[in-house]
C-alpha cells in the first residue's frame, strides 16, 4: 500500500502535468489567433489603411496625368523650335519646292538686316537701285541699329520711310 503523502505527490504531480499540457495549449491557440490575424491583417487592409492607399492612388494618378501634360507640352514646344529653325533656315535666302521664302512672305515684313536684294525690292519705293543702297550701307556700318536709320541711306527721305515703315524691322 502506497502512504498518503505518496499519493498527495503522485497526485501533484499528475496534477502539474495537466495543467502544464494545457497552459502549452492555451499558449499554442493564443499563438496561432495571432498568427490568423496578422495574416487576416495583411490580407484584408483597416478603413484608414484603405483610405490612405487610395489617397496614394489618387496622389499617383495627378502626378501621372501632370508628367503626361508635360511631355505633351515639352512635344510641342520640340515641334515649334523644329517649324522656327525650319522657318529661320529657309527664310535666310533659300528656297523651298521651288518657291521664294523670303523674310517678307513668312513674317510680313523684311529684315533690313538680313533681306536680300530682292527681298528689299519688294518694298513700296524701293527698286533694285535703292536696295543695293540698303545692302552697301548695311555691310559698310555693321548692319541698322534701328529701323529709322534707313533714312541714312542716299535717295530715302521721310516720305519713302513712312511708306515702308511698317514693312521693315531689325
Known amino acids: 500500500m502506497k502512504k498518503p503523502e505518496e499519493d498527495k505527490k ?3 504531480w499528475e496534477n502539474a502535468k495537466y495543467i502544464s ?3 502549452l495549449a492555451v499558449a499554442i491557440l493564443a499563438g496561432s489567433g495571432v498568427l490568423y490575424w496578422q495574416i487576416q491583417k495583411q490580407n ?3 478603413k484608414d489603411e484603405t483610405v490612405a492607399s487610395s489617397e496614394l492612388k489618387s496622389q499617383v494618378d495627378d502626378l501621372n496625368k501632370k508628367i503626361d501634360g508635360l511631355n505633351k507640352a515639352l512635344k510641342e514646344a520640340q515641334t515649334v ?4 529653325s525650319t522657318v529661320k533656315t529657309t527664310t535666310e535666302g533659300g528656297s523651298v519646292a521651288g518657291a521664294s521664302t523670303s523674310n517678307s512672305e513668312v ?3 523684311v529684315n ?4 536680300s536684294l530682292s527681298e528689299l ?6 527698286g533694285a537701285t535703292y536696295a543695293q543702297r540698303i545692302i552697301d ?5 555693321g548692319g541698322f541699329k534701328s529701323i529709322d536709320e534707313i533714312k541714312n541711306v542716299k535717295g530715302i527721305g521721310d516720305k519713302t520711310f513712312e511708306k515702308i515703315r511698317d514693312q521693315i524691322t531689325v
Open 10 to 12: 503522485a497526485k501533484f
Open 21 to 23: 499540457i494545457g497552459a
Open 44 to 46: 484584408n487592409p483597416s
Open 81 to 84: 523650335v523644329t517649324t522656327e
Open 107 to 109: 513674317s510680313g515684313v
Open 112 to 115: 533690313l538686316n538680313t533681306a
Open 121 to 126: 525690292d519688294t518694298l513700296s519705293g524701293i
Open 137 to 141: 550701307y548695311r555691310e559698310a556700318n
